[in-house]
């Protein structure tokens, strides 16, 4: 049993940075797997934000968010990260971190963006943007 923790989340205000941690429990290895954050928003269906490979580092990240939002992790922590730059009022939302126990291979990985495809979920953390 994989359990997902999210922690980070916060108010700050447009233009402003925010890094989220997702902690991964329960295996001794995520070496087989693909990490993901979603958001959602009030009114709103569930947006892939970002996806990474434990083991090869491949990431993909949905359209709204390249070049501001960066996905890392750190095995040693079993930690993946979402840093978060130049944040905008549309970015509010509460994040999920996921956790998909077989990655698709690097040539596919765009496959992440799929909700399905996790079999794990966290319970979320809220970020709010002001204006």
């Known amino acids: 049993q994989v359990q997902l923790v999210e922690s980070g989340g916060g108010l700050v205000q447009a233009g402003g940075s925010l890094r989220l941690s997702c902690a991964a429990s329960g295996r001794t290895t995520f070496s087989s797997y693909a990490m993901g954050w979603f958001r959602q928003a009030p009114g709103k269906e569930r947006e892939f934000v970002a996806a990474?490979?434990?083991?090869?580092?491949?990431?993909y990240y949905g359209d709204s968010v390249k070049g501001r939002f960066t996905i890392s992790r750190d095995g040693a922590k079993n930690t993946v990260y979402l840093q978060m730059n130049s944040l905008k009022p549309e970015d509010t939302a509460v994040y999920y971190c996921?956790?998909?126990?077989?990655?698709?291979?690097?040539?596919?990985?765009?496959?992440?963006?799929?909700?399905?495809?996790?079999?794990?979920w966290g319970q979320g953390t809220q970020v709010t943007v002001s204006s």
């Open positions: 996921a956790a998909d126990r077989s990655a698709p291979t690097a040539d596919r990985f765009a496959l992440t963006v799929r909700e399905a495809s996790y079999d794990y």
């Open positions: 990474i490979s434990w083991s090869g580092g491949n990431t």
